[in-house]
């Protein structure tokens, strides 16, 4: 694994069950996320988000394509919305109906904001990709 650096961290978020939900009011989410990036590279590094699918992070999906990027010379960060929220461990119906699209939404907001400030990345390339219900997303 010494050809990428692997590192957990926690983004502030929001909660808006729809997006008129968004405002100073909105309730506050601590997203944690999988941080990886090029060890055998200089930065500053283009930079990808990538939302989870319905069934969550996976190894075999999610952290995959993050150890996958960072290996070809990009930053990414996965990204656990149900997590946040208290579903990582909620049967799949149950995370569709208490995670909504406009608090993945506003996790991929944040997290691009948050990307788009690091020293390591160029904030001028800086996308999302998703997987399933992450992919309504992107």
Same mark, same amino acid.
């Given at each position: ?50 939302? +989870?699918?319905? =069934? ?8 995959? %394509? /993050?150890?996958?990027? &960072? ?48 020293? +390591?990345?160029? =904030? ?8 399933? %219900? /992450?992919?309504?997303? &992107?």
């Amino acid at each position: 694994m010494d050809d990428i650096t692997f590192t957990e961290v926690e983004i502030a978020s929001r909660s808006p069950f729809v997006l008129n939900d968004l405002g100073p009011q909105t309730p506050h989410a601590a997203l944690k996320a999988g941080y990886y990036t090029p060890a055998t590279q200089e930065p500053p590094f283009g930079a990808v988000v990538v939302s +989870e699918g319905l =069934g969550g992070v996976k190894t075999a999906r999610e952290r995959r %394509y /993050g150890r996958f990027l &960072a290996q070809h010379g990009f930053a990414a960060l996965v990204i656990d919305s149900f997590d946040a929220r208290g579903h990582a461990g909620s049967p799949h119906p149950l995370r569709a109906l208490r995670v909504s699209e406009s608090m993945m939404l506003a996790d991929a907001f944040a997290s691009l904001t948050w990307l788009a400030a690091r020293p +390591e990345v160029d =904030g001028n390339r800086v996308g999302h990709i998703g997987f399933s %219900y /992450g992919g309504m997303i &992107a």
